[in-house]
């Protein structure tokens, strides 16, 4: 990458983080070729936030359905459930990476949460709150505290939807309390499921925190209709982001999150430093404003993003892994130096009304109320600007497209796969720069649910994002580091895959992984007994049949298969299949050539041994 390039995305970069911008909404991810009753649709394809699945298929539905009721959620199960046909939910941003919303085949239906957006309650004598599937995390946030009530722990995009995120296991994190995890501070869930002729061919279901299903129903890939959740007094956080070397990260890991509530650790492999959140409770009457407003999940300016991401290309293309060093550094010193997005306080008028908020900081600890630092997401509150501006990945634009390895490893085991990491960047200092360029590996804390596809133990999660070339047949640059790193969490570590992440490799013997596993697919069948709300897809990653992988020319370049022989990568382009360097049992696409397969084999304590 050349100097001007560097510059240039610098400062573009600098300019879309200090600038209030107002971005383009994303699009509605259903789209038809007609319209239908009822402001529906038939003919239709969805796809998600990103506008590419893993396999980049299209996915087709015969119609599409928006429901503002319970009665109409039923009117519309029945009326498939009847007719025998595929059904699956969608929601209005569609975040998840896999084909969750899929359905078989091109006649399936697609019902909407898009209008299922209402709070219904506050109760703020029993701390509760009973919303639609389709409400968004930031209107639960908003909403809770005009009553003086949060929820405790939250992931940190707020453009989830509360069905989305209980039906994928998504979580901030915490290993306090009952853990960071959405669903397990759900105290009822209301489904409406296929039923016999006798029931009307559909079924309302409310199931609470007492009921023998309800474990099976907290994490499910698809939640319809309301949720009761239990909240928490409105109460301050203080926040400090500290630098640290990682060459204690591996022991320090475990531990961190029991000293601090709402710990994470953002790691930076290639530059040997760890970022580490130090996030507590302190007393309502601490002085503070503080607010979180995460700078990559601003709006951006759209010709900022098409800069930065031919700055990407160039370096794929030219081989570039200094230039992808440079770029990472400056990016990780332009978050450092703004604090992530971290404010101390609002410039105000005299009434003491913001003017704007979160502006300044002046430093740490920055010191707020949880409803103002526990997510965002501001590049989905924005009116139409024909793109000017946009969230970053947003496929309208030429801006981010990536892949995400997502996993949570087991706590006793966390400081071995650190440890092994560490030994693939000895071997290759700059292979993991990439993903420097995307604000470096996310770790944080999740503690062990009673839900049958929850987490199984108190665990860390790692959350990596990394360049996916635009060519599903061009291999990327130091691609081998990245598929060993996967491989080895999820078949050495027994590393749990995130339901509404990853690439498809990721889910490889993942079901086997769930001591539960069979309780929930007895409940899945007693509610669903002929499959209309399954998938090629979900019954894939349950385990049920073939096809969670393709062997196929190129295959393993997308996480579409491990690569057994050469052809599934790209032997063309000098990539070959190869065991992986510190993980010998990895197979993994490299330029390395046949006689520099294996350099160091670490096997741990044989934590979490697992063969694939």
């Known amino acids: 990458m050349s100097a001007g390039w560097i510059i240039l995305t610098v400062h573009l970069y600098i300019l879309a983080v200090c600038i209030t911008v107002r971005s383009s909404p994303p699009e509605d991810p259903v789209t038809c070729a007609s319209s239908g009753k009822s402001n529906g649709g038939t003919n239709c394809t969805i796809t998600n936030s990103y506008g590419a699945f893993p396999d980049r298929s299209t996915c087709r539905a015969g119609e599409v359905v928006f429901p503002t009721s319970e009665e109409e959620i039923i009117s519309a199960v029945a009326a498939a459930t009847k007719a025998g046909r595929k059904m699956k939910v969608a929601t209005r941003y569609s975040h998840s990476i896999p084909k969750l919303v899929c359905p078989d085949g091109d006649d399936g239906l697609l019902i909407s949460t898009k209008y299922l957006n209402r709070v219904i309650k506050v109760d703020n004598g029993s701390r509760t709150m009973v919303v639609q599937g389709g409400v968004t995390l930031r209107q639960v946030i908003e909403e809770g505290a005009k009553a003086g009530l949060v929820l405790p722990y939250t992931p940190y995009w707020w453009g989830l939807t509360m069905g989305g995120l209980m039906a994928t296991g998504a979580h901030g994190s915490s290993l306090w309390g009952r853990g960071s995890s959405i669903h397990d501070y759900a105290e009822s869930i209301t489904m409406v499921t296929p039923s016999s002729a006798q029931d009307g061919y559909a079924k309302v279901r409310v199931i609470n925190s007492s009921h023998p299903d309800f474990n099976a129903t907290k994490v499910s890939l698809g939640v319809l209709g ?118 101390n306080n609002d410039i105000l008028q005299t009434d003491d009304r913001p003017i704007m908020e979160g502006v300044l900081f002046t430093g740490y600890p920055v010191i707020g109320y949880q409803n103002r630092l526990q997510s965002s997401g501001t590049c989905l509150d924005s009116p139409q600007d024909n793109w000017v501006t946009a969230c970053p990945w947003d496929p309208k634009v030429k801006g981010e497209f990536f892949h995400q390895t997502t996993f949570s490893v087991g706590l ?24 420097d360029l995307y604000n470096g590996i996310l770790m944080r804390y999740v503690k062990a649910s009673p839900a049958y596809l929850g987490k199984e ?142 350099i160091i084999e670490t096997q741990g304590n044989g934590e979490g041994m697992r063969s694939h």
Not at 246 to 257: I, K, R, V
Not at 549 to 574: N, Q, W
Request: charged content about 25%; some cysteine.
């Open 412 to 435: 006793t085991a966390v400081a071995g796969f650190i440890r092994d990491v560490q030994k693939l960047v000895d071997l290759d200092p700059e292979a993991l720069c990439v993903t």
């Open 226 to 343: 309301v949720v009761t959740l239990k909240l928490e007094a409105m109460f301050k956080r203080s926040v400090t982001y500290s630098v640290r070397n990682d060459s204690n990260l591996g022991e320090e890991a475990a531990a961190f999150g029991k000293k601090h509530e709402f710990a994470d650790i953002t790691w930076y492999p290639s530059q040997r430093k760890a970022v580490y959140r130090i996030d507590d409770r302190v007393p309502l009457n601490t002085s503070g404003n503080g607010l979180f407003n995460f700078i990559p999940f601003r709006s951006t300016l759209s010709v900022g993003l098409a800069v930065i991401r031919s700055a990407e290309e160039e370096q794929e293309s030219n081989k570039d892994s200094q230039g992808k060093c440079n770029g990472g550094w400056l990016v990780t010193k332009t978050l450092l130096t703004a604090a992530f997005g971290l404010s």
């Open 457 to 598: 133990e108190d665990a860390m999660d790692f959350d990596i994002t990394y360049y996916r070339s635009k060519d599903p047949k061009t291999p990327r640059l130091h691609e081998e580091v990245l598929e060993e790193i996967e491989q080895m969490a999820m078949f050495k570590y027994g590393a749990l895959p995130h339901w509404g992440k990853n690439r498809n490799v990721a889910f490889v013997g993942a079901i086997g992984k769930y001591k539960r596993a069979a309780d929930f697919l007895s409940v899945k069948d007693a509610y669903d007994p002929s499959g209309l709300f399954s998938s090629q897809w979900t019954d894939s990653v349950l385990g049920l049949r073939d096809g969670l992988t393709v062997a196929s020319d190129g295959c393993a370049l997308e996480g579409l298969c491990i690569c057994s022989e050469d052809s599934h990568c790209a032997p063309s382009k000098g990539y070959f299949c190869r065991p992986g360097r510190v993980y010998t049992d990895a197979r993994v696409c490299s330029t390395r050539s046949a006689g520099c397969s294996s």
